[in-house]
């Protein structure tokens, strides 16, 4: 059975930090591409950054862009979200997806999900 799950969410003052990590099992970690998504209530699920399977290429959200780091630990089987310079506008519940055809950059066709992290980030 496949399961991801997310840790790290909180609530933090804007311009703090926080660091997600999505811990899956379950599946063969390193022939999946990670990403990162959010949801904020009211909206629609939005991309925030992917990583393929080579942990080198790394794709990010324009609203992200420079604040935010994704990684992969293939050992651990672990992907993580460094989040830097956080905003208001930031706070959603954020989910991990994996996919073993193409880098999710898209919330559609994704394989698997993870339940959610709420980050706060307060003004």
């Known amino acids: 059975q496949v399961q991801l799950l997310e840790s790290g969410g909180g609530l933090v003052q804007a311009g703090g930090s926080l660091r997600l990590s999505c811990a899956a099992s379950g599946l063969r970690f390193s022939s999946c591409a990670m990403g990162w998504f959010r949801q904020a209530p009211g909206k629609e699920r939005e991309f925030v950054a992917a990583v393929s399977w080579a942990p080198s290429n790394t794709y990010y959200a324009d609203s992200v862009k420079g604040r935010f780091t994704i990684s992969r630990d293939n050992v651990k089987n672990t992907v993580y979200l460094q989040m830097n310079s956080l905003k208001p506008e930031d706070t959603a519940v954020y989910y991990c997806?994996?996919?073993?055809?193409?880098?999710?950059?898209?919330?559609?066709?994704?394989?698997?999900w993870g339940k959610g992290t709420l980050v706060t980030v307060s003004s």
């Open positions: 997806a994996a996919d073993s055809h193409s880098v999710p950059q898209t919330s559609y066709g994704v394989d698997y």
